[in-house]
Antibody, heavy 120, light 110 residues
Framework: MDLVESGGGLVRPGGSLRLSCSAS????????MNWVRQAPGKGLEWVSS????????NYAPSLRGRFTISRDNAKSSLYLQMNGLRVEDTAVYYC??????????????WGQGTLVTVSS | QSVLTQSPSLSGAPGQRVTISCFGT????????VNWYQQVPGKAPKLLIS???LLPSGVSDRFSGAKSGTSASLAISGLQSEDEADYYC???????????FGTGTRVAVL
């Protein structure tokens, strides 16, 4: 199976960016998907989650209202719309496939990541 | 900000056994399964241990996981140079209603 992120790049503070994650090798519509980010030299931070059908979403409290997760199961694709970007949003953004929900949460496969740099 | 605490670094000689600890609370480790990830700098995280102590297919059996109460541990036996990486614990947090990651431990092979 494979997860490939795209859409990262350099953006000014206050700008927007849309990340994509293309999935292959598994039945995408059967899995919860997450976005996880990692700022330069820092640890991993959960960003957002979306249910297998796309009807339920959740966000890290500090990001709620600025980021929107979505998916297109027909295209086996996951998205992250990021608005009002801040310097502190600079990070590598990973998409991850999730097996198990809530207390059985486990991210068993990760993409290679896409770098988002927010700078003036 | 991580809510799971790990020691920043540890080192060991080739062939040694090292143990990485992860400390949390009842709302995360105490009530949910723990995963461990290995991340070589510049690469994506790789799942090493799931469901507290389950080794995914293809992962070396030199890695093992354990959990007790609100803490978890990852042991690496027969340390090899290829084990040099950052290691993160992760689990669901009932208060956050989302997953949380540990602060990460960098392992060096002397």
């Amino acid at each position: 199976m494979d997860l490939v992120e795209s859409g990262g790049g350099l953006v000014r503070p206050g700008g927007s960016l849309r990340l994509s994650c293309s999935a292959s090798g598994f039945t995408f519509s059967n899995f919860i998907m997450n976005w996880v980010r990692q700022a330069p030299g820092k640890g991993l931070e959960w960003v957002s989650s979306i249910s297998s059908g796309g009807s339920s979403t959740n966000y890290a409290p500090s990001l709620r209202g600025r980021f929107t997760i979505s998916r297109d199961n027909a295209k086996s694709s996951l998205y992250l719309q990021m608005n009002g970007l801040r310097v502190e949003d600079t990070a590598v953004y990973y998409c991850a496939r999730i097996t198990g929900s809530r207390n059985l949460w486990s991210a068993d496969s990760w993409g290679q990541g896409t770098l988002v740099t927010v700078s003036s | 900000q991580s809510v799971l605490t790990q020691s920043p670094s540890l080192s060991g000689a080739p062939g040694q056994r090292v143990t990485i600890s992860c400390f949390g609370t009842f709302s995360n480790i105490g009530n949910n399964v723990v995963n461990w990830y290995q991340q070589v700098p510049g690469k994506a995280p790789k799942l090493l241990i799931s469901y507290d102590d389950l080794l995914p297919s293809g992962v070396s059996d030199r890695f093992s996981g354990a959990k007790s109460g609100t803490s978890a541990s990852l042991a690496i036996s027969g340390l090899q140079s290829e084990d040099e990486a950052d290691y993160y614990c992760a689990t669901w947090d009932d208060s956050l209603n989302g997953p949380v990651f540990g602060t990460g431990t960098r392992v060096a092979v002397l």
